[in-house]
């Protein structure tokens, strides 16, 4: 079974500071890594993912992760942060192999001030 | 350009009523997934379906029922609902596996008084 831990449950932060959101898994198994925001009252949307390939990818947003195997870890970064990223974060697995059910973590709650 | 399509968006039940919660995709997409969300809490897959007829649970599925006679429409039942079944619900759905990214619909809110 996978398990993902986001090890900021909030993250307060300047308006055009840098951000980093943690986030570490555990799986027996090779497994995809996804990032999820939600803004208020709304559903999920893709930030980015890692399939294979280069270990540092960008998503929207201007927002990049960097998948780490030997750490299990795939933290989340932004070098600038706006009001508008303020919002709930959430980092998913999926195993390879089988039918893709994403396990989530519990999420970090962003919070930018001006 | 309508994707996942939630309906009630808000329900109040009473312990013991029962309700459906509908879904709908309009991307042809095989895989179909039902998840809650409580509060301070990530998501956790209730059921899920990889195509119309074929259905399989979740982490969470007592208390549910689903049924997929089309690859469009997802519904989700409730049967007897107790408090414990107050959440959030999102539906959401992906072409296939292979990493492809799968679709959230706007939420459910569910609260049972």
């Known amino acids: 079974a996978q398990s993902v831990t986001q090890l900021d449950s909030q993250v307060p932060v300047f308006e055009e500071a840098p951000v980093e959101l943690r986030c570490n898994y555990s799986?027996?198994?090779?497994?995809?890594l996804f990032w999820y925001v939600q803004y208020p009252n709304q559903g999920l949307q893709l930030l980015l993912k890692?399939?294979?390939?280069?270990?540092l990818v960008k998503g929207i947003n201007g927002f990049e992760a960097e998948f780490n195997k030997s750490q299990t870890s795939f933290h989340l970064r932004k070098p600038s942060v706006h009001i508008s990223d303020t919002a709930e974060y959430f980092c998913a697995v999926t195993r390879v192999q089988g039918a893709q059910k994403l396990v989530f973590g519990q999420g970090t709650r962003l919070t930018i001030n001006p | 350009n309508a994707g996942v399509t939630q309906t009630p968006k808000f329900r109040i039940l009473k312990i013991g009523q029962s309700m459906t919660l509908q879904c709908a995709q309009d991307m042809n997409h095989n895989y179909m997934y039902w998840y809650r969300q409580d509060p301070g809490m990530g998501l956790k897959l209730i059921y899920y379906?990889?195509?119309?007829?074929?259905?399989d649970k979740g982490e969470v599925p007592n208390g549910y029922n689903v049924s997929r006679s089309t690859t469009e429409d997802f519904p989700l039942r409730l049967e007897l609902a107790a408090p414990s079944q107050t959440s959030v619900y999102f539906c959401?759905?992906?072409?296939?596996?292979?990493?492809?990214?799968?679709?959230f619909g706007e939420g459910s809110w569910l609260t049972v008084v």
């Open positions: 799986s027996s198994v090779s497994v995809y």
């Open positions: 379906s990889v195509g119309a007829g074929i259905t």
């Open positions: 959401a759905s992906s072409l296939d596996t292979s990493g492809n990214t799968i679709y």
């Open positions: 890692y399939l294979s390939g280069s270990t």
